[in-house]
């Protein structure tokens, strides 16, 4: 495989072994290792060695390829962790969704109880509710 880096990219540099990382896991194709900023220990980060910012500059199998990787890694981290009661598996596909390492990678965070990690949703959000005609203007919206 032909890999595609950007000499800016900290994922790149990882990836090329020009800067440190706690690697997990490595193949051809993924590279899993610690996030520096962890949410809870044992916060990891699956990524494709191809550059891209977002999921859809992806390849399908590359793309696919991700979650069997983050699903046994999570696995381990129930094994090995046992205050995680939970497993979070998120992408953050582009700058307005909170991506901050403009290349793609699916964060495997552990959940505990009372660990203090929210998503943060305003207080309209609980009550608003989409009508069924709503819903299905937005689904011909997609399909059109």
Same mark, same amino acid.
């Given at each position: 495989?032909?890999?595609?880096?950007?000499?800016?990219?900290?994922?790149?540099?990882?990836?090329?072994?020009?800067?440190f990382a *706690? $690697?997990? %896991?490595?193949?051809? &194709?993924?590279?899993?290792?610690?996030?520096?900023?962890?949410?809870?220990?044992? #916060?990891?980060?699956?990524?494709?060695?191809?550059?891209?910012?977002?999921?859809?500059?992806?390849?399908?199998?590359?793309?696919?390829?991700?979650?069997?990787?983050?699903?046994?890694?999570?696995?381990?981290?129930?094994?090995?962790?046992p205050e995680?009661? *939970? $497993?979070? %598996?998120?992408?953050? &596909?582009?700058?307005?969704?909170?991506?901050?390492?403009?290349?793609?990678?699916? #964060?495997?965070i552990p959940?505990?109880?009372?660990?203090?990690?929210?998503?943060?949703?305003?207080?309209?959000?609980?009550?608003?509710?989409?009508?069924?005609?709503?819903?299905?203007?937005?689904?011909?919206?997609?399909?059109?």
């Open positions: 495989m032909i890999l595609m880096q950007d000499s800016d990219c900290i994922f790149c540099k990882i990836i090329q072994k020009k800067a *706690a $690697i997990l %896991y490595e193949d051809e &194709d993924i590279v899993a290792f610690m996030d520096i900023k962890p949410i809870n220990e044992g #916060h990891a980060l699956i990524v494709p060695k191809k550059h891209a910012v977002l999921v859809e500059e992806l390849d399908e199998e590359l793309y696919l390829k991700l979650f069997p990787i983050a699903r046994k890694i999570a696995s381990r981290i129930k094994e090995r962790i995680t009661t *939970a $497993i979070n %598996y998120f992408i953050a &596909d582009g700058k307005d969704a909170g991506q901050e390492v403009f290349h793609v990678h699916l #964060h495997v959940r505990r109880p009372d660990d203090g990690f929210r998503f943060i949703f305003d207080k309209e959000y609980y009550s608003r509710l989409l009508s069924e005609v709503d819903r299905e203007k937005v689904k011909e919206k997609l399909l059109s």
